[in-house]
């Protein structure tokens, strides 16, 4: 850090020139995660801003949430890629960081975003990503490092138009941080499958709008060559019984999504509306 001389008593000092940080929003989208949002807050209470967009939660989220910022929105669940463009709307930042409600930025990965914001020379970083599966973290399958995009310059910022595991779009120059964010994913396997199911059916319905069609080898090879792909080829039984659930169930989160979409194929105007109704109301 460059270092500049001043006098005082007649006795030269080195003092460090402090360094302007350009202005950092984070994005947060919440419904019903009272149980996760004050870890999630506590670890980005460092940023310029944090906006909270709130899906009418019936719990203690946006309390907690107005205990960190006064930047809360509560509004009627409009979707996913609709709630975040929403809030990048609303952020005033210059970099814009995006964290889900069951995530931790660590002091580390902080610190490295300060780091490299104070002379950043892309436009997107990628983050790796760590996830705490049912109780034990996740280190091979596929899952990590999984990057992800997470901090952008926010006038790039636009989400995809997927229903569901929306992201933001990439811009031309990006580069990858060493530091993982914590995702503290299914604590137990009814949470899992709840939101499997609440998934399946938004993606399907994405497939359906996309012009694909159900095929039976859909239903058959695509799981279970994820499946292995997962637990054998990417190493997943290194994770112990946690590796192999996580295998597994993720064979199975395709199975139901394209007998979903078999499902909508043969009955399209009620699926779909049953879909449409769930993609407003849900989160």
Known sequence: MPLSESTGGGIKKKTEARIELPSLSVLIIT?????????????????????????????????IARQFTDRVFVRAWQGYTASKNFGIQQASGEWLLWVDADEEITPELAEEIRTVLAAPVVDGFLLPRQAYFLGRWIR??????????????????????????????????????????????????????????????????????????????????????????????????????????????SGVYVVVKYAK???????????????????????
């Open 31 to 63: 419904a019903n995660e009272e149980h996760n949002i004050r870890r999630c807050l506590e670890s980005v209470k460092w940023a310029d801003e944090i906006i909270i967009v709130d899906a009418e939660s019936q719990d203690r989220t946006v309390e």
């Open 140 to 249: 091979h399958g596929g899952w990590y490092p999984g990057f992800v995009l997470r901090l952008i310059r926010r006038n790039l910022a636009r989400f995809s138009d997927k229903s569901v595991h929306e992201s933001l779009l990439l811009p031309k120059q990006v580069k990858k941080l060493n530091h993982p964010i914590l995702h503290f994913t299914d604590p137990s396997i009814h949470h899992y499958f709840t939101k499997l199911n609440r998934y399946t059916s938004l993606a399907a319905a994405d497939l359906w709008q996309q012009g694909k069609r159900f095929h039976f080898i859909d239903l058959v090879i695509r799981p279970i060559h994820l499946t292995l792909k997962m637990y054998l080829f990417k190493a997943g039984f290194l994770d112990g019984f946690q590796g192999f659930l996580l295998a597994l169930f």
């Open 261 to 283: 979409l078999w499902e909508i194929q043969n009955r399209p105007s009620e699926k779909l509306g049953q879909l449409a109704e769930n993609h407003v109301t849900r989160i």
